[in-house]
């Protein structure tokens, strides 16, 4: 069946160091791919999400393109910065529209 | 931006008693969700609706039940509570025509004692 998977755990970076999150998926069609975060204390709200054409969806300085060729949505981002620290969310989401989120990872920059 | 009402915020409940959380949205969804998230597992999906009437359960559902009475409104009830339950709960809700993107409620605190 079609699922997706989100290297969990925590990742620490220095500010101002490139961020690169894991995305990849498995689906027999291109599916519609998210990534939600959320801030501490907060509730987890859409970042990004794909298209069905070849544009890159952009927010907030993050990017992430959709590959078919490798099956992936990794979530980039050229820079980090202390107010990217949050817990971020490549949710896989089914034709049924069950809506798994998963672990997540999280995201800890410092100084 | 779609508006995602849960109520109540902060809840405080005795073991064995029932809770009922609620959920309202005004956006006409036809997916709502209840989720609950602990430290290390993220959020866990508790049970789901496709529409008034309809509940279907997620990954967590014992312990729980859920009801949609209507497009707006999706509850999720504990009959009997236990410490087991203490947890943050968020309601979400999407639609088809958004590719399903989900829209989160705040978020209600419960504590069972």
């Known amino acids: 069946g079609d699922s997706v998977t989100q290297t969990e755990g925590l990742v620490t970076l220095t500010e101002g160091l490139p961020v690169m999150l894991n995305c990849t998926y498995q689906s027999t069609y291109s599916p519609f791919l998210f990534w939600y975060v959320q801030h501490l204390n907060e509730a987890p709200k859409l970042l990004l999400k794909?298209?069905?054409?070849?544009k890159r969806p952009e927010h907030q300085g993050f990017h992430a393109t959709l590959h078919k060729s490798s099956s992936s949505f990794h979530l980039q981002k050229s820079s980090a910065q202390l107010s990217d620290s949050a817990l971020y969310y490549c949710?896989?989401?089914?034709?049924?529209?069950?809506?798994?989120f998963g672990a997540g990872t999280r995201l800890k920059v410092i100084a | 931006e779609a508006a995602v009402t849960q109520s109540p915020r902060n809840k405080v409940a005795v073991t064995g008693g029932k809770v009922t959380l609620s959920c309202n949205q005004t956006?006409?969804?036809?997916?709502m969700y209840w989720y609950r998230q602990d430290t290390g597992h993220g959020l866990r999906l508790i049970h789901y609706?496709?529409?008034?009437?309809?509940?279907e359960k997620g990954d967590i559902p014992d312990g729980y039940k859920a009801s949609r009475p209507s497009q707006e409104n999706f509850s999720l009830i504990l009959e009997l509570a236990t410490p087991s339950q203490t947890s943050v709960y968020f309601c979400?809700?999407?639609?088809?025509?958004?590719?399903?993107?989900?829209?989160f409620g705040a978020g209600t605190r419960l504590s069972v004692l």
């Open positions: 794909s298209f069905t054409d070849n």
């Open positions: 979400a809700s999407g639609d088809a025509w958004q590719q399903n993107t989900l829209y």
């Open positions: 956006n006409n969804h036809n997916n």
């Open positions: 949710p896989s989401h089914t034709g049924n529209y069950k809506y798994v």
């Open positions: 609706s496709y529409g008034a009437g309809s509940t």
